[in-house]
């Protein structure tokens, strides 16, 4: 049986994590499995699977913190301490890989043009999917000094991105209506947000094809499918009064490869949600 990961493996690691997780935010190219096999060269004869699953682990942590994690390293909790210990030093202390966040997450947005939009609908995440602790359930480690900033919710109050995946949105919903064969229906999608404001606990206004309600709260984020959003309390009682037209779309990848998930129901019924921030992910 192997050995516990070692303080100079769990600290070269990271440092692969962060350097590929640097190119990833600048949007520069660079091969995983390159840098897999270039850090196996300095760890104890671990298998691709264990560094794979730190890697994981590391994408756990750094959600935690309030960090975008790599794309295709899904969040694994029940990581090693000293990891998360390394990790949050690394990111308190002020890092690259910190202004390059901070940078990446108030960059202005456009929306993406896609040859298909109705082909970016993908399924929920599955629970299973979803690895890491919920919030509350997270004890902290009180020798960590937390990062001041959580870039994630940063990133949720970016208003040029918000508006982007809200037309995104929109784009998609007169397509789906128009593949319905409603486009009196199409053309009646309004963008309440601009029209109501905030007070309306939701974004987007379309229809069903029997010309009933769809009540659309529009969520964006430049990063992967597992990445928690914020939504407000607001947001939670309008989608608990209209239950059953209330949906939550989820943007994820936006600025690369724009896709997106949708549930339908009251939030608080249909995704886990921190009573104290309201960040969750679907059940």
Known sequence: MRSGWSRSEVEAVVTDYFAMLTKELRREEYNKTTHR??????????????IERKHQNISAILIELGYPYIFGYKPLGNYQTLLYEVVADRVSGGSTLTTVV?????????????????????????????RYPPLRERGGHPAVHRPPVNYLEREARNSSLGRAGEEFVLNFERARLLRLGHDRLAERVEHVSLTEGDRAGFDVRSF?????????????????????????????????????????????????????????????RVCRLDPVQFAGLPK
């Open 208 to 268: 069903e094809r029997n010309g009933a309600d769809r009540l659309i709260e529009v969520k964006t984020t430049a990063y992967g499918k597992q990445t928690p959003f914020f939504v407000s309390r607001n947001e939670v009682a309008v989608s608990r009064v209209h239950d059953a037209h209330y949906h939550l779309y989820r943007l994820f990848r936006f600025r690369e490869d724009p896709r997106l998930y949708a549930v339908n129901g009251a939030l608080d």
């Open 37 to 50: 096999r270039a850090l196996a060269r300095l760890l104890d004869g671990r298998s691709d699977g264990s």
């Open 102 to 130: 901070s940078n990446a997450v108030d960059e202005p947005a456009v929306v993406p043009g896609v040859d298909d939009i109705l082909a970016r609908l993908e399924d929920p995440p599955e629970p299973a999917e979803v």
